[in-house]
C-alpha cells in the first residue's frame, strides 16, 4: 500500500487506522512468529524482518503462519493469554488470496499486528491500466471478468465506496401498478402478487444487459433485491426470478425501487459499471480524482476470516484473538435461484468475518471496512468471544450480528449450539446498508445474556440495534441481554420504516436496555421510534435512557408484557411521544419517574383505553402549549383512567434544550419525584482520547428533518403532485382497485389539478375510501379549516375535524346526503349543487378557548355565501385539532373531488 493512503489528509481511512493503530498492539514479547509484506513463505518466519543475505525472515502470508503453528505443536488448546503462541504481522497490505479460517486445531493463537504498524488484510484486487474513454469515463480491462473467472459487485477508488450505475441517481422511481389485483388478506396472496409490477412508461426497458440489471424494491421495514426475469415494455410489467417477501404495492400504491447495474445509467460522477462479457470496467471519476494515480480496488472475496467450529459436532475454535488487524474489501453476491428479501438482511447475508462454533475468541483494536455484507458475525454455538475497540464501518448491510435467524421449533436444541454471553464493547459502527438497506448495526437473534456497551452506532437506513427474534410469546432464546451506554443516532434517515434506535421482540427475561442516548430517528412512513418493544416483548427494564428527536415516539409497545419504562428523558417528538398499539388482558408496561417533554403532538397516541398499564410519578410538559393525553386534559386523564396519581405537569428546567443539553437545573421538580440524574457524558466510546474523539472527525453531511418543525399551517392544492398519483401529505385507505383516490386534472376550484375520489362496491369497509391529514397538533387559537368540494351524483362525501384521544372526539363534522343536502351532525343545512365547486370553510377555537361549536361559510360557486354560526361539535369536549379526514360512504360507483384543503389560525 503507497504511503499516502495512510497520511493523507482527507480521506477517512487514513484517520481511523492511525487513531486504531496507536492503541492496537502492545509490546510483543515471546513472539512465535512473523508476517509480513516483504517475507518469503519459505522461511522461518522466525524474524521481523529479512536478514541482510536475504536467506530469512518473516513469512509472506498469514495462511503460511497459521500452517507453521498448526505443524509445530505449540498452539494453546487452555489459551492462557500469557503462554500463547503469537504471530506478530508488520505493517503495509497483505492480499488475500483465499479466506482465512481458523479451526479447533488453531485454537489458543494470538495474531497482533507490529508495535506501532497498521497491517491491512485486503480481501480485494488492485485494477490497473486505466484509460481515457469516451466522454467522462475511463475504462480498464479485467481478463479474469471477461474469461468468466471473476465478477464483483463494489468498488472502491482511493478508499471510497463507488456506486453501481443506477437510475434515478438519487431517489426512486415510483411503481404504476400490480400485476394482479391485490388482496390484503395474507391467506389470499398469491405468488404472482410478487414476482413483479407495472411500471410507468419509459422507466424500464429491455437493456441489452438485462440479466445482469437488477431492481431494488423497498416495502415498509425491509429492501427486497432482485434479478429481472424479463421486461415487457409493450405492456409495461416487470417479473422478477425470486419474489419479494411482501405484495409489490402492499405498502404504498406507488411503491419505491431503483435500478442499478447497466451502462445506460453511467452518468454522474462515482459511478461505475462492469461488462460480464467484456470485462471492461468503466467509472466516473469524482471531482480530484486522478485515474492515473488513484488505487481502484474490487473485492475478490466475500468472507475475509472464518472461525470455521463444528458445534453440532462438539468441534470448537477456542481462544483465538485477532489484535489490531485491519480487514478490508468483501464482497457480496446473491444467487439467481435465492430470494433476497426479509427484515434485517440476516436471512440471506453472511459477513466479512464470520464464525460458528467460536469460543472465547477476541477481536480487539480491529477494523473492518469495506464489506459487501454484515461485518461480523458470530452465529451457531458461539460463547464467550469479545469484539471490543473495533471499528466496522462502511458495510453493505449491518455491522455486528450474534446468534441466529430461527424461530419456534427450529431453536437451537442444546448448550453446544446456543449462542451466549458474548460481549460488543467500545466499537464505533457505523456507515451501513450501502446494499442492503435493512441492515441493523448490532443485531442479536435467538441468543440470551450478551452484553452490549458503549458502542457508538449511527448511519443505517434501518434499526441501530435489534435484540430478540421470536415473535410474540412463542418459545424465545434471547434472554438476558442487556445494551448500556450506548450513543445510537442518525438511524433510518427517511429510508425504510417501522424502526428504532433500539428494537425487540419476544421474551427479554432479565434484559435491560439503561443509559443509552438515541437521537435524531428518522422513518420514511409510520415508526422512527428510540425505544421500540415490538411482538411480545416481556421482561425488559427500559432505564436511564436519554431519547430525543425522533419522528413517531420515544417510546413505542406494539405488544408485550409487563416491561419497565423508568427513570428515562423522553424529548421532541415529530408526532406522539408515547404510543402503545395492542390492547391484551394483561399489564403492557409499568411506566414510572420518567420526564416527557414535547414541543409538538401528543404526549400519548395509540390506543389507551383498557386501563392495562401502570402510570405514575412521571413529570410531562409540553412547551408552548397544554399537553394532550389521547384528548384528554391531565384531570381527566388522573380522574377517568386512574393513571399518574402522583405525577405533574410542569417544566423539568432542563439546562439548554433548544441545544438538547438535557442536564436538569437544581431547582427542577424532577427531583421531588424521585428522578435520578442521568450523565450522558459517559455514554458511546472510553478510553484514549483521540479514539473517543473518532466520530466526531468523521464528515457527515449536514441534516435538517423538516418533520421536527412546527407545524402551523396545513395547505394542499395538489398542484405539484403529478396527475394519476396520490396525494402525498396524507394517508389512504381503500384507495386500491375498486376505490381510487388520485390526483386529477378534469376538474380544479382553482388551479389545474384536484382530488378524485372514486367510491365502488365491493370495498372492505363503508367509508372506504378515504383519506386524512394528522401530522399536526393544533391545541390553541383560533382556527380555520377549508376546503373546496364538488360532489357528482349519489356521491356520499364525510368531512370531520378530529382529536387523537381513544375513543376519538369528532369536532366539526359535516356530510352530504344522496339528495345532495349538506348536513351538520344531524342538521340540514342547505342543498349542495350537483356538478358545481363549493367553497366550504369551518371556524372555531381550540384548547382553552373551545366552546362546543363553530362557524360555518358554505359558498357555491357564483352565488352568495351562507354563514352558520354555533354549530355544535360532535363531542362537547372537543378542544385539538389532530386529525382531518375525508370519507366516501356510497356503496355504488360515485365520484367527489377534493381541492385547496387548508387549516391555518385566523388572522
Known amino acids: 500500500m503507497k504511503t499516502i493512503l495512510w497520511k493523507s489528509v482527507g480521506v477517512v481511512c487514513v484517520l481511523i487506522m492511525s487513531v486504531v493503530a496507536a492503541q492496537a498492539a502492545p509490546a510483543v514479547s515471546g513472539a512465535s512468529l512473523y508476517v509480513a509484506t516483504d517475507g518469503n513463505d519459505q522461511w522461518s518466519g522466525k524474524l521481523a524482518a529479512p536478514n541482510k543475505e536475504k536467506s530469512d525472515g518473516p513469512f509472506a502470508t498469514i495462511t503460511r503462519a497459521r500452517d507453521a503453528v498448526r505443524g509445530s505443536g505449540i498452539q494453546n488448546p487452555k489459551f492462557k493469554i500469557q503462554n500463547s503462541p503469537t504471530v506478530v504481522v508488520r ?14 486445531e488453531d485454537s489458543g493463537v494470538v495474531y497482533t499486528a507490529a508495535p506501532g504498524e497498521r497491517p491491512v488484510f485486503s480481501g480485494g484486487r488492485v485494477i490497473t491500466g486505466w484509460k481515457k474513454g469516451e466522454g467522462k469515463l475511463w475504462t480498464a480491462q479485467v481478463p479474469e471478468v471477461a474469461a468468466g473467472k471473476w465478477y464483483f459487485h463494489q468498488l472502491f477508488v482511493n478508499g471510497q465506496r463507488a456506486t453501481r450505475a443506477r437510475t434515478p441517481n438519487e431517489g426512486y422511481l415510483r411503481t404504476e401498478g400490480t400485476l394482479v389485483p391485490l388482496v390484503r388478506d395474507r391467506k389470499k396472496w398469491t405468488p404472482e402478487m410478487k414476482i413483479g409490477f407495472k411500471f410507468k412508461e419509459g422507466d424500464l426497458k429491455c437493456w441489452s444487459n438485462l440479466d445482469d440489471v437488477n431492481i431494488v424494491a423497498f416495502h415498509a421495514w425491509t429492501a427486497s433485491w432482485h434479478h429481472i426475469a424479463e421486461v415487457n415494455e409493450q405492456a409495461r410489467t416487470v417479473r422478477f426470478v425470486q419474489p419479494s417477501g411482501w405484495p409489490m404495492s402492499h405498502w404504498e400504491k406507488e411503491q419505491r ?38 488505487e481502484v480496488v474490487a473485492p475478490a472475496l466475500m468472507t475475509l476470516v472464518r472461525f470455521a467450529g463444528d458445534p453440532d459436532n462438539g468441534k470448537f475454535v477456542r481462544g483465538v484473538r485477532l489484535v489490531g488487524l485491519s480487514f478490508q474489501h468483501g464482497d457480496w453476491e446473491i444467487p439467481r435461484d435465492k430470494p433476497a428479501d426479509g427484515q434485517a438482511a440476516v436471512t440471506f447475508l453472511d459477513a466479512a468475518i464470520s464464525a460458528n462454533g467460536a469460543l472465547d475468541c477476541v477481536l480487539q483494536c480491529c477494523e473492518v471496512a469495506h464489506a459487501g455484507q454484515y461485518g461480523v458475525n458470530f452465529a451457531r454455538g ?79 437506513y434501518y434499526s441501530g440495534m435489534s435484540i430478540g427474534w421470536t415473535w410474540g410469546y412463542g418459545p424465545h432464546e434471547g434472554f438476558g441481554n442487556v445494551a448500556e451506554f450506548n450513543h445510537i443516532h442518525h438511524i433510518g434517515k427517511g429510508v425504510l420504516s417501522d424502526m428504532g434506535g433500539i428494537y425487540t421482540l419476544g421474551n427479554q427475561a432479565g434484559g435491560a436496555l439503561r443509559n443509552n442516548l438515541i437521537h435524531d430517528v428518522l422513518s420514511y412512513s409510520y415508526g422512527g421510534w428510540g425505544l421500540y418493544t415490538d411482538e411480545g416483548s416481556t421482561g425488559l427494564l427500559m432505564e436511564n435512557n436519554v431519547v430525543y428527536l425522533v419522528k413517531d415516539g420515544g417510546f413505542h409497545q406494539h405488544y408485550g408484557r409487563e416491561n419497565i419504562v423508568r427513570n428515562n428523558i423522553l424529548a421532541k417528538s415529530a408526532e406522539r411521544l408515547i404510543a402503545r398499539s395492542r390492547q391484551e388482558e394483561h399489564c403492557s408496561f409499568t411506566f414510572e419517574q420518567n420526564i416527557v417533554y414535547q414541543e409538538r403532538g401528543p404526549l400519548l397516541g395509540g390506543n389507551w383505553s383498557n386501563k392495562n398499564y401502570r402510570m405514575d410519578r412521571n413529570i410531562y410538559w409540553r412547551a408552548g402549549g397544554e399537553p394532550t393525553f389521547v384528548g384528554a386534559t391531565f384531570a381527566e386523564w388522573q380522574q377517568e ?109 382553482s388551479g389545474r389539478r384536484s382530488l378524485k375520489i372514486v367510491d365502488a362496491p365491493g370495498l372492505a369497509q363503508a367509508w372506504q375510501p378515504h383519506f386524512y391529514y394528522s401530522k399536526f397538533n393544533f391545541v390553541r387559537g383560533t382556527l380555520v379549516v377549508s376546503f373546496d ?40 343545512l342547505m342543498a349542495v349543487p350537483s356538478g358545481q365547486w363549493v367553497h366550504i370553510e369551518a371556524k372555531f377555537a381550540a384548547g382553552r378557548d373551545a366552546n362546543g361549536s363553530y362557524d360555518l361559510t358554505v359558498k357555491p360557486r357564483g352565488s352568495e355565501a351562507k354563514k352558520f354560526a354555533g354549530l355544535p361539535f360532535g363531542h362537547k369536549d372537543f378542544q385539538r385539532l389532530q386529525w382531518l379526514g375525508f370519507m366516501s360512504g356510497a356503496t355504488e360507483k360515485t365520484v367527489f373531488y377534493v381541492d385547496n384543503v387548508k387549516i391555518a389560525r385566523a388572522k
Open 91 to 104: 505493517g503495509g497490505v497483505h492480499r488475500l488470496a483465499e479466506t482465512l479460517t481458523f479451526g479447533p
Open 789 to 828: 368540494l364538488r360532489v357528482e351524483k349519489g356521491a356520499l362525501p364525510t368531512i370531520e375535524c378530529r382529536d387523537a384521544s381513544s375513543p376519538y372526539r369528532v369536532g366539526p363534522s359535516l356530510r352530504v346526503t344522496a339528495a345532495g343536502e349538506l348536513l351538520a351532525g344531524k342538521q340540514a
Open 382 to 460: 458461539c460463547r464467550g468471544n469479545r469484539i471490543e475497540q473495533c471499528h466496522i464501518h462502511d458495510l453493505g448491510g449491518g455491522g455486528v450480528r450474534l446468534g441466529e435467524y430461527v424461530r419456534g421449533n427450529d431453536l437451537p436444541a442444546g448448550d453446544a449450539v446456543r449462542t451466549r454471553g458474548n460481549i460488543v464493547h467500545n466499537c464505533f459502527i457505523h456507515d451501513g446498508g450501502h446494499v442492503f438497506h435493512a441492515g441493523i448495526g448490532v443485531w442479536v437473534g435467538q441468543s440470551a445474556n450478551n452484553i452490549i456497551s458503549h458502542n457508538e452506532i449511527c448511519d443505517f
Open 257 to 294: 425501487y431503483y435500478v442499478e447495474n447497466l451502462r445506460e445509467a453511467l452518468d454522474s460522477p462515482g459511478e461505475w459499471y462492469l461488462d460480464r462479457k467484456t470485462g471492461v470496467l468503466s467509472y466516473w471519476p469524482r471531482p480530484g480524482e486522478d485515474m492515473r494515480k488513484a
Open 641 to 749: 383512567m386512574g393513571q399518574d396519581k402522583n405525577s405533574v405537569v410542569a417544566d423539568p428546567k432542563f439546562v439548554n434544550v433548544a441545544r438538547n443539553d438535557y442536564r436538569l437545573k437544581p431547582d427542577s421538580p424532577a427531583f421531588k419525584l424521585g428522578f435520578k440524574p442521568i450523565d450522558i457524558s459517559t455514554v458511546g466510546l472510553v478510553g484514549d482520547k483521540n479514539w473517543v474523539a473518532l466520530p466526531k472527525k468523521i464528515k457527515r453531511l449536514p441534516t435538517v428533518f423538516e418533520v421536527w418543525k412546527e407545524v402551523t399551517s396545513i395547505e394542499d392544492g395538489f398542484e405539484k403532485t403529478p396527475v394519476g398519483s396520490r396525494p402525498e401529505n396524507c394517508t389512504l385507505s381503500g384507495a386500491d382497485s375498486p376505490g381510487q383516490i388520485a390526483v386529477t386534472s378534469e376538474t380544479s376550484a
